[in-house]
């Protein structure tokens, strides 16, 4: 297992030409200390694992690691399901001006459609993900200031990622000092 920075991971995941609906995640707070936890997985990619934490309303800090390789039967149930009420997207920003161009009017015109048909908010998500060319992205269980029960299935189905990333996590919190307050 290759702990790395969580930006990477999200970089592989972009970079990625799995078909971009079909990811799943699960995020809340940190069981212990500062932070979240965010799996996230695709039938055929796999299940990734990130720890983060804010060290700055600017600058998110964190790490991550891929569990699994696929999304077994075991693993599948503690993803979520199309029914699920959150929604999540992996996005990478346009590489010129041009790119730019082209996504804003991909969306001012998807946004126009929907405005003039009736539409159902699902629709309307996945047709402006594909809009702006999002690489991944899909139902979400998520808990602002708590834990979705998911989230503690897999930290004990991955329980050695979890130690591991919960050390390097801890080490980048400390060597911040975002554990101390101000005066």
């Given amino acids: 297992m290759r702990v790395r920075d969580w ?36 039938p055929s990619v796999g299940v990734y694992q990130l720890k983060t934490y804010a060290k700055n309303p600017r600058d998110l800090r964190g790490v991550g690691t891929r569990v699994a390789r696929r999304v077994d039967d075991d693993l599948d149930p503690l993803l979520p399901d199309a029914e699920s009420p959150g929604r999540f997207a992996v996005r990478r920003p346009p590489e010129d001006e041009t790119e730019a161009k082209e996504v804003a009017t991909r969306l001012e015109e998807t946004l126009k459609v929907h405005a003039e048909a009736p539409t159902e908010p699902d629709h309307l998500f996945r047709d402006v993900m594909e809009a702006v060319d999002s690489p991944a992205f899909g139902p979400m269980e998520y808990e602002f200031d708590d834990r979705p029960d998911e989230l503690d299935e897999l930290r004990d189905t991955f329980e050695e990622a979890e130690e591991l990333l919960s050390a390097e996590l801890d080490d980048l919190i400390d060597d911040d000092d975002v554990d101390r307050g101000f005066h």
Wanted: glycine share 14%; net charge negative; charged share 35%.
């Fill in 7 to 42: 930006q990477d991971i999200l970089a592989d995941v972009a970079d990625d030409s799995t078909d971009p609906d079909g990811w799943r995640a699960v995020a809340g707070s940190r069981r212990e200390g500062l932070g979240e936890d965010l799996y996230f997985g695709h």
